[in-house]
């Protein structure tokens, strides 16, 4: 088998800087286990002379740069710099001076309904003569033959008047894509004569800007799950495809881009997959919000896994590498780091009430005690990992390890204190005992991520609460308060509204938004808006998954109301009021409007579940004005 001849691994400085010493020592790591390049993704993270907005705090000088290009040159490391020029632009458009070339420039609201500045217009000469100085300024730093300008997620493209009158008078979404492209190609490939990588999501819903694109341009095939049988879509119902074969049969190069945070199941299996084709590499992503001594592992494996030809058994090579970067081959230490890695960790939850998801899945249970588990086994190898890098390596995969159980944990307090109050068996003493200890636990791992943060980064703005403590001890406030209010039973005075829904695209965009009517008042009342999401990590809640909205004061309700908007739409298989013991359901549906399928069964608490939104986000994408349309319906509701 061949192997691959471009291994890079990213770091991810825009959303979080590094000392030099860091990204030196990246660079070490990322040579000894077989990559040929790192890649820097950089959006507007050096200031230069035609960027010179960004304060010295939050950016890097060319001369740093310079340094970094030098150090990995020694090393006979290649440094890919990576610069969005159309969407995840956010580091340029923070800066005022640079507001004009945003697409969103006139205070307008972009795709999903919100003002954010992330986009540059593809419509504005400005941009390109912006782009065309800074990237001219970056090459003159990065002497790689490779140029990434990123190009992933433009959401908000086609929205400024520019734009939407090109789309008016006839052009497609696809065009004012590829003549970006079109665009930079010329500025770095015909001027300066580099070869551009960039992300390939966007052409999924673009397939007509594929056929127009430069051939020579490298499409970045990225693909996040756990398990990759095959690509899929990143949007439009997960579509299964095998554009690889496509690109190769257009003669069209590209790299495989797994993401670390994900595990080594992620890189192994897309790895696996790709081979069947004739893929020139792989550009394993790091990014934000994930603490970067928890990646290492993941990094030792795609390096080695990448560069050697015999690599057929990723179990085998995960063992060699991790021997290697921890210094120690016990069987078993092996075992538990590749139990460890296989898998991403779940994500965060911010707020208490972000935890009322309804008892523990049998998925959720087992990789709690998985987390358990690995934790008292790794944890007993510690003393024998040598001080220095590799214990902080596996320091940060323990820590991972106990947030991530710390969360099961939490979900399965509050599920059960919320239904002690509401009919369930009140084991409210031992339940907040339990949560008294998870508190100090939850208080430990922020001493310990701060720690880390003055260790590893000093002087360095956190821009992450990944990173640093901040997550966990905002949690714990906002714990410890909820805990009062068990505690002063005002729990007994909140009720719970239940909703079960069904969402197969996972990457979908749907926004609710739900109101209530209680008894006494013809006031509409907000219960939530947002967008819900199956408990990610956690396979075997998808589709179906429950989310729990508190009602303060024991209101009874009436009515309720759902809007839906965004891309793909919703299902919605049953919701329930429960105060105390008394529990309110759905008797009749009213006053529907747009698109609402199977609404009587909402009636039934079964799998069946009533459809609400246009499920085609790839049509809601061309015609924005879909995404924007409110379907909606009124379930009345009767105590049962
Ligand atoms: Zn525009």
């Given at each position: 088998m061949k192997n691959f001849e471009f291994r890079a691994v990213q770091l991810d400085?825009?959303?979080?800087?590094e000392?030099?010493?860091t990204i030196?020592h990246f660079i070490d790591v990322a040579k000894q286990f077989g990559f040929n390049a790192v890649a820097l993704y950089?959006?507007?993270?050096?200031?230069?002379?035609?960027?010179?907005?960004?304060?010295?705090?939050?950016?890097?000088?060319?001369?740093?740069?310079?340094?970094?290009?030098?150090?990995?040159?020694?090393q006979?490391m290649d440094?890919i710099?990576?610069?969005?020029?159309?969407?995840?632009?956010?580091?340029?458009?923070?800066?005022?001076?640079?507001?004009?070339?945003?697409?969103?420039?006139?205070?307008?609201?972009?795709?999903?309904?919100?003002?954010?500045?992330?986009?540059?217009?593809?419509?504005?000469?400005?941009?390109?003569?912006?782009?065309?100085?800074?990237?001219?300024?970056?090459?003159?730093?990065?002497?790689?033959?490779?140029?990434?300008?990123?190009?992933?997620?433009?959401?908000?493209?086609?929205?400024?008047?520019?734009?939407?009158?090109?789309?008016?008078?006839?052009?497609?979404?696809?065009?004012?894509?590829?003549?970006?492209?079109?665009?930079?190609?010329?500025?770095?490939?015909?001027?300066?004569?580099?070869?551009?990588?960039?992300?390939?999501?966007?052409?999924?819903?673009?397939?007509?800007?594929?056929?127009?694109?430069?051939?020579?341009?490298?499409?970045c095939v990225w693909q996040y799950d756990a398990f990759v049988e095959?690509t899929?879509?990143?949007?439009?119902?997960?579509?299964?495809?095998?554009?690889?074969?496509?690109?190769?049969?257009?003669?069209?190069?590209y790299v495989v881009g797994p993401w670390a945070a994900c595990g080594t199941r992620n890189t192994e299996s897309l790895t696996h997959y790709a081979r069947r084709?004739?893929p020139m590499g792989g550009l394993l992503t790091l990014w934000d919000g994930h603490p970067l001594e928890d990646q290492y592992a993941v990094i030792t494996f795609a390096g080695r896994l990448w560069s050697n030809p015999e690599a057929e058994d990723g179990r085998k090579i995960c063992d060699q590498a991790y021997a290697e970067l921890f210094g120690l081959d016990d069987p078993t230490f092996l075992q538990a780091l590749w139990a460890a890695k296989s898998v991403g960790p779940l994500?965060?939850?911010?707020?208490?009430?972000?935890?009322?998801?309804?008892?523990?899945?049998?998925?959720?249970?087992?990789r709690?005690?998985q987390a358990?588990?690995l934790g008292?086994v790794l944890?007993?190898f510690r003393?024998r990992v040598p001080?220095g890098f590799p214990r902080n390596v596996l320091d940060g995969i323990l820590m991972s390890l106990?947030?991530e159980?710390?969360?099961?944990?939490?979900?399965?307090?509050?599920?059960?204190?919320?239904?002690?109050?509401?009919?369930?068996?009140?084991?409210?003493?031992?339940?907040?005992?339990?949560?008294?200890?998870?508190?100090?636990?939850?208080?430990?791992?922020?001493?310990?991520?701060?720690?880390?943060?003055?260790?590893?980064?000093?002087?360095?703005?956190?821009?992450?609460?990944?990173?640093?403590?901040?997550?966990?001890?905002?949690?714990?406030?906002?714990?410890?308060?909820?805990?009062?209010?068990?505690?002063?039973?005002?729990?007994?005075?909140?009720?719970?509204?239940?909703?079960?829904?069904?969402?197969?695209?996972?990457?979908?965009?749907?926004?609710?938004?739900?109101?209530?009517?209680?008894?006494?008042?013809?006031?509409?009342?907000?219960?939530?808006?947002?967008?819900?999401?199956?408990?990610?990590g956690?396979?075997?809640?998808?589709?179906?998954?429950?989310?729990?909205?508190?009602?303060?004061?024991?209101?009874?309700?009436?009515?309720?109301?759902?809007?839906?908007?965004?891309?793909?739409?919703?299902?919605?298989?049953?919701?329930?009021?429960?105060?105390?013991?008394?529990?309110?359901?759905?008797?009749?549906?009213?006053?529907?409007?747009?698109?609402?399928?199977?609404?009587?069964?909402?009636?039934?608490?079964?799998?069946?579940?009533?459809?609400?939104?246009?499920?085609?986000?790839?049509?809601?994408?061309?015609?924005?004005?879909?995404?924007?349309?409110?379907?909606?319906?009124?379930?009345?509701?009767?105590?049962?």
């Amino acid at each position: 088998m061949k192997n691959f001849e471009f291994r890079a691994v990213q770091l991810d400085l825009a959303r979080q800087m590094e000392t030099l010493d860091t990204i030196r020592h990246f660079i070490d790591v990322a040579k000894q286990f077989g990559f040929n390049a790192v890649a820097l993704y950089l959006e507007g993270r050096v200031r230069t002379k035609t960027f010179p907005w960004p304060t010295p705090e939050e950016s890097y000088t060319p001369g740093q740069m310079r340094e970094i290009v030098a150090y990995a040159t020694q090393q006979q490391m290649d440094v890919i710099p990576i610069v969005s020029t159309l969407g995840h632009v956010e580091l340029f458009l923070r800066h005022e001076p640079v507001h004009p070339l945003a697409e969103l420039r006139d205070g307008g609201v972009g795709r999903m309904g919100t003002h954010r500045l992330n986009a540059f217009c593809p419509s504005l000469e400005e941009t390109y003569r912006f782009l065309e100085d800074y990237v001219t300024e970056l090459t003159e730093i990065f002497s790689s033959r490779y140029f990434h300008v990123g190009c992933d997620e433009v959401w908000d493209m086609g929205c400024c008047p520019l734009c939407a009158e090109r789309l008016r008078k006839g052009e497609r979404l696809d065009d004012l894509f590829a003549g970006h492209i079109a665009r930079v190609h010329r500025i770095l490939s015909g001027k300066l004569g580099r070869r551009l990588i960039m992300w390939d999501d966007l052409l999924e819903e673009l397939p007509l800007a594929l056929e127009a694109i430069p051939t020579d341009i490298i499409q970045c095939v990225w693909q996040y799950d756990a398990f990759v049988e095959q690509t899929k879509t990143h949007w439009g119902r997960r579509r299964r495809d095998h554009r690889m074969a496509d690109y190769d049969r257009r003669g069209i190069s590209y790299v495989v881009g797994p993401w670390a945070a994900c595990g080594t199941r992620n890189t192994e299996s897309l790895t696996h997959y790709a081979r069947r084709f004739h893929p020139m590499g792989g550009l394993l992503t790091l990014w934000d919000g994930h603490p970067l001594e928890d990646q290492y592992a993941v990094i030792t494996f795609a390096g080695r896994l990448w560069s050697n030809p015999e690599a057929e058994d990723g179990r085998k090579i995960c063992d060699q590498a991790y021997a290697e970067l921890f210094g120690l081959d016990d069987p078993t230490f092996l075992q538990a780091l590749w139990a460890a890695k296989s898998v991403g960790p779940l994500s965060k939850r911010q707020t208490p009430a972000a935890f009322l998801r309804g008892p523990l899945t049998p998925y959720a249970f087992e990789r709690a005690n998985q987390a358990r588990l690995l934790g008292m086994v790794l944890g007993s190898f510690r003393d024998r990992v040598p001080a220095g890098f590799p214990r902080n390596v596996l320091d940060g995969i323990l820590m991972s390890l106990r947030r991530e159980l710390v969360q099961y944990e939490i979900r399965d307090i509050m599920e059960g204190l919320y239904e002690g109050w509401n009919g369930g068996v009140n084991r409210q003493a031992a339940l907040l005992d339990k949560g008294r200890k998870l508190l100090e636990d939850l208080i430990a791992i922020a001493d310990r991520r701060d720690a880390v943060w003055r260790r590893e980064r000093p002087n360095i703005v956190a821009a992450q609460e990944g990173n640093t403590g901040k997550f966990e001890s905002n949690l714990c406030d906002k714990l410890a308060a909820f805990f009062k209010t068990v505690e002063t039973g005002q729990l007994r005075e909140t009720g719970l509204f239940v909703i079960r829904y069904s969402l197969p695209d996972y990457f979908g965009w749907p926004a609710t938004k739900w109101n209530v009517q209680y008894e006494g008042s013809e006031e509409w009342v907000l219960l939530d808006s947002g967008m819900p999401k199956p408990w990610d990590g956690d396979y075997s809640d998808c589709p179906f998954f429950t989310v729990k909205h508190p009602i303060s004061g024991n209101r009874r309700p009436l009515r309720a109301r759902v809007e839906v908007t965004g891309y793909g739409g919703i299902g919605i298989l049953y919701v329930e009021v429960r105060i105390g013991r008394e529990s309110f359901r759905p008797v009749r549906i009213e006053n529907i409007a747009g698109l609402v399928q199977d609404p009587d069964n909402i009636l039934v608490d079964d799998t069946g579940s009533c459809w609400l939104g246009e499920a085609s986000t790839a049509e809601a994408f061309h015609n924005p004005a879909m995404a924007r349309q409110v379907h909606t319906l009124e379930i009345v509701l009767r105590q049962s």
